[in-house]
Each structure stands twice: as structure tokens, then as C-alpha cells.
């Protein structure tokens, strides 16, 4: 009978819960351990999933060398991905690692050089390329159904604040960085996936100038769109909510895309594209292919509509995952393509400093 890939999962939070239930559900993979800061959060993790006989630690070197573990799912605060990264690929391990995967140029560059040594495997949960919505586009796209794109624009409007388990690291300048970098790098990962016109391919960067504004960033005030009510003294955002940057890609097509963690209203993610022979605008097509067409075309799909992590489609991202390393191939979505997303927040705080844009990559 086939071994079945072991899983360090590490970080008991909210997003875990996914990566947990992920794995469990691939016919080729089960939990084996259960990390994080706590053991007590292990534990209730475990629990709460019915994982028995499983290894439960409060110290990830240990839980790393736990007996068949193949896979570490870094699911920790975005301050610690890069030592959790490092410190898996040098064990060998294939990694899953959770976005942002890393809060500086210099860590994604030790990243790069530890994954790289190792050979082993990695994927950046950029999740919202397995949204049915937007396989749904992209396969649209490739099948010429726009023509040869020359325009995209994503957004990211989000509401980010004290409901979210992870917000006391996130809000901060020392741990969550920026806007761009925190939940933006969704959009910009969505803008490259969009801008690239092949069925598993995401625009390379060339060029970037960005904006930083909004109203949000120091404020004690937040909004909650989950009960519509504005709260009163909470530790404010040390960064500004909003940031809209222009970026050039190799391909010659041009892209938008904002971070608004500023907006009142509940989430969306709005998607636009443009080609010679139709455009995109969300689940609304206009297309050469539909001739004499009189109005849009809605595609009723699931639309990246819902923040919530039992929402996203974690379950076809760890078994696209699963097959990379069963066939010995590298995802789409590995570090190094994440590297290239990660370039644009990174390259936009330089923006802010200089005021001039910005060559890419970066690394
Ligand atoms: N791809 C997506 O769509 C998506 C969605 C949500 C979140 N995320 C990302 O996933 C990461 C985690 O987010 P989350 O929402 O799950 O946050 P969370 O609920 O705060 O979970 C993080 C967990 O990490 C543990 N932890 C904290 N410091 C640690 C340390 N030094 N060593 C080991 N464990 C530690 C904490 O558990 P203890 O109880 O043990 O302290 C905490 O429960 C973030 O980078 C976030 O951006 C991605």
C-alpha cells in the first residue's frame, strides 16, 4: 500500500483550520503533528478535527524532525515565514507557505537560496487562483475568448481589523509591514495572474509607481462590516489603509491595483480585464466569441466574495500541491513566482520614498 505524505502543520490559528481539513481530504496526504506557539492550541486544533495519535508540540524544531513528516504548512504570523521556510527546506521538507512569505527583501532572498538548496518543493497559498471564478477566467482567456490582453485591474477592499484573530501582528509597521504587503499581495498576485495570458501563467513585473493615502492609518476608531458598527478605542492601523499602484508588465500590458483596508462597505475583490476582441468585468464577459451578443454575459460561478477562510478554495490548491510532488513537477505558484508578487509591495515603499517608479524584479 502507498505511504501516505506526512504533514507538520504549524501555527494553530485561524487559517490552520483550512490547511488541516486540506490535507486530511487528499487521498495521498493525513496530519501527522500539530505546532505552534502554545501547546494548548495545538492540542485544540487537533481535537477540533478529530486528529488522534497525532504529535502536538510547542517547539517546531522538534515537531519538524517528528517521524514521517514530508510537508510543513507554515500558517504562523507573517514575521516568522521566513525562519519556519528556512528552517523546513533545510530538514528537507516540501513546504506550503502562507502569504506574506516574508516581511523583508533580505529574507525572501535567504528563502530563495535555502528552498533552492534543498530542492525541495513549495507553494504560496495565493488561493484565489484555484476560485472557481477565477479558473473559470483564466481558462477563458487562454482560449483567446478576450483576445490579446492589454489591460487588468484588481482590487483588494477589505475591512481589515480587530475581528481578525491575526490583526494585533498585522496592523503593525514592525510585524505586518504595509497594506501592499499584508493583504494586497492578493490583489497584485490576481493582477499578474489576469495580465498573463496562458492557462497557468502570471505576468512578470517590469515597472512599478505607487501612492500610499486613505483616511485609516493612526485612527482608534475601526468599522466592523460583519455587525455594521463603527467601535471606539482600538489600536489603530500604524500604516495607511490605502495604496494604488500602476504597474507595466513584460508583456506590454499595463495593470492597476489597490489595497483599500480603509472602505466601508463588506469585502470585495473586483476584477477587470481588457483584450482586442472583449473584456472581463468580475462574472461579466463580452466576447468576440459570442457574435451579435446584446448584453453581458454573467457567469454564475462562486465569486471571490467571502474574507472567510472556510470560503477559499484551500482544497484544490493543496491537491494541485500534492500532485507537484507526487510527479516530481513545480507549481505555477511556487516561491519563485511569489517572489515576483512579493517584489511589488516591497518596490512601492520604495516609490514612497523617492517618488520615482521602480525597475523589477527587485531580487
Ligand atoms: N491565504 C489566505 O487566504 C489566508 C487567509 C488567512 C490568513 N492567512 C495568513 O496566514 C497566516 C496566519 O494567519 P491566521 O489568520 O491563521 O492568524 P492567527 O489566527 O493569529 O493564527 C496564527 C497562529 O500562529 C501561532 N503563533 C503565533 N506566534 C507563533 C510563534 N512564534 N511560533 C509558533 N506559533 C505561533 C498562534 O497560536 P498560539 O495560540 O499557539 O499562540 C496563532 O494562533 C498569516 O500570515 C495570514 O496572512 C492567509
Known sequence: MERKLGVLVHGAGWVSTQHISAFEKNPHTKVVAVSSRKLESARKRA??????GI???DNYERAIQHEGVDIVCVCTPQQYHAENTIAAAQSGKHIVIEKPIANSLDEIR??????HQAKVKTIVSFVLRWNPLFQTLK?????????KIYMAETDYQHDIAGWWSGY???RKVSTGVSALLTGGCHAIDALRWFAGQGRFQAARPVEIFAYRGGYRKGLTTEYDHYTNTWKENCPPLEYDGLEVALIKFENNVLGKVSVNYDCVQPYTFPVEVFGDKGSIKDNRIWSHKFPGQKGWVTIPSIMPESADVSHHPFQGQMDHFVECILQDRESHCNLDDAILTHDIPFAALQCYETGQPVKLPLL
Request: charged share 35%; aromatic share 4%.
Open 47 to 52: 481535537e477540533e478535527a478529530g486528529l488522534e
Open 55 to 57: 504529535g502536538l508540540y
Open 110 to 115: 535567504k528563502m530563495r537560496d535555502a528552498v
Open 139 to 147: 481558462a477563458l482567456i487562454a482560449d483567446d475568448a478576450i483576445g
Open 168 to 170: 494585533e501582528d498585522a
